[in-house]
């Protein structure tokens, strides 16, 4: 029997799975995140215990950054520049490939969460695809014309500049780079940092809520602007505060004022906005799906 | 010998050619942009002089917009809103179509001068590739995964909101539909309203240049962050000033401030961000790539 691995890498921890399809997973198990060497032996050592040598076909990493995912280059799908101690210039896929002894696909963990909703989600099939999530970080995965989003880099959404009106917001941001990109403004981190509290301790009422659906909105209609994307996932920790869908659908709507001639941006918006059909799983289904794609056409990663 | 036909329709004017390829333009004509019926009849008068229907095998119209292109749409080919007077639901593919009895292959004016730059220009070959326009509005077409950018409709680059310092620029913006966005602030309608006379009559030391390079960095960073180009080829008339790709340039390193990992954002981003190679001629020749596309690969339009 065939099975494929999938590894999710977080900052905070890695949840790998077997599986022989997206229906079918077998196994799971979720790992901190400790040192590189640690954490890595821990992973192996699961696919050793969980398949073995000649059952496991793939294994597809989806992973935090960012990431070298030129396959040119020589430092080829390392974690770069990260300032996660210890992390930075870790070549995660070698030590994989070297270990395991099969073909390892890898991406940014937002492109594989994309990819498992443009297989097998609601929004399947929809090209342009962009999957957003805003928790920790903001980020920005999809697929173009049939493939996964990559560029010079990759995208990094969450450092555009948006309008800040310091008179009604005069947090001056949480990024260490730019201070009040919509990261630094609208991040989990930003809004613990704004208003004294996580999160999750922010009553439904809040004020903080309506701020987040606006500087959320303003990032999405660049997003639209730039891409016209035909689907836009919109997931993440932040995003699971009920009723906050609907505030950044109304505050992009709003922000448009009507002159991108779609239905989906205006009346029916709340089918183009729309939640990850897996939740919480799209990451680790992703990671699936990038060993499938690696396991099916080895030659075109 | 097969004849391309190319049709540059822009507001003001539509440029026509025909052309064996980009290296051999036969002949051009321009004419004025009056009613739809008159300018669309002086367009097949042009074909039929310069080509014979047996010659003549494809046209490309690379197109103001904002145009229908859904292929399953019943208005496909169409220019839609436009407020152009008499132009609006204008269905020009059809009369081309009808006339001339020969494959007519549209798409955006951007998307066609990027096309131009993809196939034949400095830019040739990188992908994603963007082209972005600042003239009379700020348009934004590409080549991403091999194919041109299309999605919901298309880009449209120019209404991203960026940040807006009233303190430093009182000027409240120009776009009919959100006042201060990207092109409400930059495009050349916005320099004549804010400085009370036009781009071309201000000197090379005027204080406008600085603010406008400023903003157009403002929407190449979002560009950047949301799509990830490997190269940006930056026109449009404004754009011809002296001075201002270097202006431009300089403010997209500083509002980077490092953070993507690419020494052509950084040191080399002088070959990152580049003048068109074929200028104001980008436009026709992409539409003469329409042509050719369609030419050999009716099916897939």
Same sequence: chains 1, 2.
Wanted: hydrophobic share 40%.
């Amino acid at each position: 029997m065939r099975l494929l691995g999938g590894i999710e890498a977080g900052g905070t921890k890695f949840v790998c799975a077997t599986a022989t399809g997206p229906q079918d997973i077998r196994d799971t198990t979720t790992l901190r995140t400790t040192t590189p060497s640690e954490t890595i032996a821990n992973v192996i050592s699961f696919f050793r215990t969980h398949g073995s040598p000649s059952s496991l076909a793939a294994v597809g990493l989806a992973s935090f950054g960012p990431l070298d995912l030129d396959s040119k280059s020589p430092t080829f799908g390392s974690i770069t520049a990260t300032p996660k101690p210890g992390w930075a210039n870790t070549s995660i896929v070698t030590m994989l490939v070297d270990a395991l002894q099969v073909p390892v696909a890898v991406d940014t963990d937002v492109n594989a969460a994309a990819l498992a909703e443009y297989r097998w989600g609601e929004a399947k099939g929809m090209d342009p695809l962009v999957y957003i999530t805003v928790g920790t970080g903001i980020g920005l995965g999809g697929v173009f014309n049939g493939r996964l989003m990559h560029g010079l880099v990759h995208p990094e959404a969450g450092h555009i500049r948006i309008p800040h009106d310091v008179r009604t917001d005069p947090f001056s941001g949480s990024c260490p780079f730019h201070g009040d990109c919509l990261e630094g403004l609208a991040s989990g981190p930003a809004m613990t940092q704004r208003w004294g509290q996580p999160p999750d301790k922010l009553g439904p009422d809040h004020e903080a809520w309506q701020l987040e659906a606006f500087y959320v909105a303003l990032g999405i209609v660049a997003v639209i602007c730039c891409v016209s994307p035909r689907k836009i996932v919109l997931g993440g920790g932040i995003m699971g505060h009920e009723g906050l869908h609907e505030m950044v659908r109304a505050s992009v709507r709003r922000i448009l004022g009507g002159y991108i001639q779609s239905p989906f941006t205006q009346a029916r918006i709340d089918e183009y906005i729309i939640p990850p059909s897996f939740g919480k799983r799209s990451g680790i289904l992703g990671a699936v799906a990038l060993a499938e794609d690696i396991s099916e056409h080895p030659a075109t990663q």
